[in-house]
């Protein structure tokens, strides 16, 4: 691991900045958006992959998160939000998958209770 490295436990980190942030700006601070976008794109150019914004790679991990059983607190925090509101509302969309899992969970109480 580099010395340069600064964990600060979310996800997307970088080591570049004056790069990614402006100059002058503290490694853990948000990255701005249109820098990293412009920057992104010739990366999925070389390798072949279809036109999208950085930030739809931050979708894909947090409903990755909420498929393995992440609880949202968590979540929360690794995606830097400081109102969990913004993770289930923007992030956490109700997979197709775990709506049918809840259903039959219901189901089986149901006949559970019934017996």
Known sequence: ??????????????????????PGTPRDSP?????????????LEVAALPNLLF???RHTVCR?????????????KRMGHSDIRLTLQRYTHVLEQQDKDAAARLDALL?????
């Open 55 to 57: 930030n739809a790679l």
């Open 111 to 115: 006949v559970w209770g019934s017996a």
């Open 31 to 43: 990255m701005i958006q249109s820098v990293v976008d412009r920057r992104f794109k010739p990366l």
């Open 64 to 76: 990755l998160m909420a498929l393995q059983g992440v609880p949202a607190t968590i979540a929360m």
């Open 1 to 22: 691991m580099s010395d340069e490295w600064n964990d600060t436990g979310l996800e997307f980190a970088t080591l570049e900045p004056g790069k990614w942030r402006g």
